[in-house]
């Protein structure tokens, strides 16, 4: 049969990601690839407490529809986050989203047509990567250094598209690199946002997850115009199979973006929305916060000291201060995949970069995980992957 499938369509010849994931899941190998929590710290008996008060005091509405802009006694707990972040604002800036996941989506569906031009970071998130393109974007990527992206060269990619419709960043602990933007550079984005009109989303699922350096503040805290969309999840500091983030937005926009969001699924899952909103209200969820950042420490601590004792010489890494993702990059390789292969001959496995980037991949790059890894694994893991390291590079 062949099937007249839309051009949003991928092709599953092109999943390269999924593949690799896929080897990665043989549980021979040691996985530095995937991007998951440590699952030993979700809080499963607080969960199961706060399920059983919402069936035994609000069952019907639980498992009733509910409003596409969220249960308010989450966008109330939602609003508390957000006063970390520097952003105080009301529960009518705020709907809550099936993961920061459809926030990208519904974004890329709000603002974007064929051919418009979204400037990333190089390199960004994959996955919006992939949302992006599905509905016909165009990317201009934006170099970074270990203070985020370089403002001369944002300028200088929207002096040069006029169809730039979006700048899409992952501010703090950046997926993949880890790097965090400074203080600096975000108060001239959001500058230049105004200055040529261009929609900014901000994307900070590991923000919160801080074991040095100060907080900075968010884009949004720092925007006079409106220009910045806001994306926070639960997934990184409570659950991800909860499937709970959110967008704050100015009035205006949230209103389409409920409307996009009925159209989508009409509303996030009740049951999960009521069970996260007691969740936090019976428990301090600052203090999980502090264990999930205090084991993710201890696994970036292990990994980086047996890279910089193994690592063959002039292989480069960033040196995150938070989040779950440390990027390498490794002079001389032409073909990411080819390292990938290599490692994978050692029962070890990382992404290669090419998928990051939303054009013009820089070969010899990587992606590794330590928030999954249990400390055993880390260290032979990272002695394999030298040795993988050591093979390609003497090529
Ligand atoms: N944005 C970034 C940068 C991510 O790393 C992830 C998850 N890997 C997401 C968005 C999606 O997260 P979720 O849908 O679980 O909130």
């Known amino acids: 049969m062949t099937y007249k499938f839309s051009d949003r369509v991928p092709d599953p010849k092109n999943d390269a990601v999924g593949d690799i994931l896929k080897a990665a899941a043989d549980p021979k190998v040691t996985s530095f690839a995937g991007g998951l929590p440590a699952p030993e710290l979700f809080p499963v008996q607080g969960v199961k407490a706060a399920a059983d008060k919402v069936l035994d005091e609000k069952g019907p509405a639980a498992l009733q529809y509910g ?3 969220g249960v308010p006694e989450l966008r109330n707990v939602i609003l508390k986050r957000l006063e970390v972040e520097g952003i105080h604002t009301t529960a009518d800036h705020v709907m809550v ?10 974004t890329g569906k709000m603002f974007l047509d064929e051919g418009d031009v979204v400037i990333v970071e190089k390199p960004t998130y994959l996955t919006a990567v992939d949302v992006f393109r599905s509905y016909g974007a165009r990317f201009v990527g934006v170099d970074m250094d270990e203070d985020g992206m370089k403002m001369d060269s944002l300028e200088e ?17 950046q997926n993949p690199t880890g790097r965090t933007m400074t203080l600096e550079r975000r108060k001239k984005l959001v500058e230049l946002a105004d200055k040529y009109d261009v929609m900014v989303l901000e994307d900070n699922p590991y923000g919160a997850i801080r074991w040095e350096g100060e907080n900075l503040p ?5 925007d006079k115009t409106g220009h910045v ?20 937005a100015e009035p ?23 069970v996260c ?42 040196n ?13 390789v032409k073909d990411s995949k080819e390292l990938f292969d290599a490692a994978l001959k050692r029962n070890v496995a990382v992404v290669p970069g090419d998928p990051f980037y939303g054009s013009d991949p820089v070969p010899g790059t990587f992606r590794m995980n330590y928030s999954n890894t249990p400390e055993d694994g880390i260290v032979d893991g990272v002695k394999q992957l030298a040795a993988a390291l050591d093979e390609v590079m003497a090529v």
């Open 67 to 69: 409003s596409a802009q």
């Open 157 to 173: 990619a929207l002096k040069n598209n006029p169809r730039a419709r979006l700048i899409y960043t992952v501010p703090t602990f």
């Open 229 to 248: 969309i806001y994306m926070g999840t639960m997934s990184k500091i409570f659950s991800p199979g909860l499937r709970l983030g959110w967008v704050v």
């Open 277 to 318: 909103a007691q969740y936090f209200t019976d428990n301090d969820i600052n203090d999980h916060i502090k264990k999930i950042t205090a084991l993710y420490h201890k696994r970036e601590q292990l990994m980086m000291k047996a890279i910089d004792k193994y690592f063959p010489k002039g292989v480069q890494h960033s």
């Open 252 to 274: 205006e926009l949230l209103k389409r973006y409920t409307m996009m969001k009925q159209s989508a699924d009409l509303h996030t899952d009740s049951f999960s929305q009521y």
């Open 320 to 332: 995150p201060q938070g989040g779950m993702f440390l990027w390498v990059m490794v002079p001389g």
């Open 97 to 106: 989203a099936t993961g920061s996941q459809q926030s990208i989506d519904l």
């Open 218 to 222: 968010s884009l949004k805290s720092l």
